[in-house]
């Protein structure tokens, strides 16, 4: 199966990266500061605003902004292979490795529902996962950023907000 990618110029594009077989590598904080590390060089290389995000064990969720002139493929093509590069020197690891699934998975936002939608799903997802019974409660995450500028109430999230009952975006193992 091929995935087509699209891009819209000056659009936000919200991305799920997988690790291969799901291993929960982004529990230990050096490999999610790594990670933290890695994006931060792809953004010098490949500008775009981080507009939400939430790390889990095993995935990642992003919404960003690139500026115009950088698609997400750049981005991804900078983060992926630099973050395994520098996981195996760290690890002592020689010869090749698979550390992601091979594609991720991304949806340009087209429009405010869109956007808000992808927030809570964003923000929700540590909840989903079974990680923390509130959202506020996930470290690694936006969440407590978006609230503090009052997008979400007190309590948001402390049950499955209706926008997302039968919301679903993450890839399954075949399109990843």
Known sequence: ????????????VFITQ???????????????QLLRTV??????????????YCFLPDHFHLLIHPVIGVTHSQIMHSIKPNFTKKYKEGMGLQGSMKFWQKRYWDHIIRNEDDLADHLDYIHYNPVKHKLVARPEDWSNSSFRHWQEKGN?????????????????????????
């Open 1 to 12: 199966m091929s995935i087509r990618r699209y891009y819209v110029p000056n659009s936000i």
């Open 18 to 32: 997988v690790v291969d077989y799901r291993k929960p590598v982004f529990r230990y904080a050096a490999h999610l």
């Open 39 to 52: 994006m931060q060089e792809a953004k010098e290389r490949y500008p775009f605003k981080m507009l939400a």
């Open 152 to 176: 979400y109430p007190p309590k948001w999230g402390w049950s499955l907000p209706s926008n997302l009952d039968d919301f679903r975006i993450e890839p399954s193992e075949d399109d990843s």
